[in-house]
T-cell receptor, first 114, second 114 residues
Framework: NAGVTQTPKFRVLKTGQSMTLLCAQDMNHEYMYWYRQDPGMGLRLIHY???????AKGEVPDGYNVSRLKKQNFLLGLESAAPSQTSVYFC?????????????FGPGTRLLVL | LAKTTQPISMDSYEGQEVNITCSHN???????ITWYQQFPSQGPRFIIQGYKTKVTNEVASLFIPADRKSSTLSLPRVSLSDTAVYYC???????????????FGKGTKLSVKP
């Protein structure tokens, strides 16, 4: 049981390049989330999904797109990377958001946009 | 969304009890209070959740006064390994359009010294 895994662990992009971050979970969770974390800012929700084929915007969705084609995977895409998107990206999943249910986080992806 | 306010940082020594208070003056009737812990270079992990009065588990206690406008996370006899950032979240646990329980804020950086 690997829990939540993220690919890649680290990436350097040039401004304008595109890339996709992959999040995978093996816990059969319905809900999945993408956050970004910047120094001194805490975590901010980018997008989330409450089930296969459904996605919704979080606090800071601009510049990102997501897809949930399979229940176990949640993809985060950057179509045209900008230096402001330099951050650590965390993926998380949960069975639900009911009382007592917790989110399980991946190890993070460090992205540097030059 | 209920906004939370926490101290930016706190210092403690090994063996002491640490209390971290979170203010949430506009908490809604249905909102729950959830705390997460984040170690450097890792994703957050769930610590405790409560609605009112006191909740205790093997890791921490959560004290919530009657007016629920604040809450206090209590860590008994901290050790060096408790050095981390602690986040207070307020919102409705089950998904219904509210993202309160997905808003992490900046958290409190706890440093435990020997």
């Amino acid at each position: 049981n690997a829990g939540v895994t993220q690919t890649p662990k680290f990436r350097v992009l040039k401004t304008g390049q595109s890339m996709t971050l992959l999040c995978a979970q093996d816990m059969n969770h319905e809900y999945m989330y993408w956050y970004r974390q910047d120094p001194g800012m805490g975590l901010r929700l980018i997008h989330y999904s409450v089930g296969e084929g459904t996605t919704a915007k979080g606090e800071v969705p601009d510049g990102y797109n997501v897809s949930r084609l399979k229940k176990q995977n949640f993809l985060l895409g950057l179509e045209s990377a900008a230096p402001s998107q330099t951050s650590v990206y965390f993926c998380a999943s949960s069975y639900s958001l009911d009382l007592g249910e917790t989110q399980y986080f991946g190890p993070g992806t460090r992205l540097l946009v030059l | 969304l209920a906004k939370t306010t926490q101290p930016i940082s706190m210092d403690s020594y090994e063996g002491q009890e640490v209390n971290i208070t979170c203010s949430h003056n506009n908490i809604a009737t249905n909102d729950y209070i959830t705390w997460y812990q984040q170690f450097p270079s890792q994703g957050p992990r769930f610590i405790i959740q409560g609605y009112k009065t006191k909740v205790t588990n093997e890791v921490a206690s959560l004290f919530i006064p009657a007016d629920r406008k604040s809450s206090t996370l209590s860590l008994p006899r901290v050790s060096l390994s408790d050095t981390a950032v602690y986040y207070c979240l307020v919102g409705v646990p089950n998904y219904g359009g509210s993202q309160g329980n997905l808003i992490f804020g900046k958290g409190t950086k706890l440093s435990v010294k020997p």
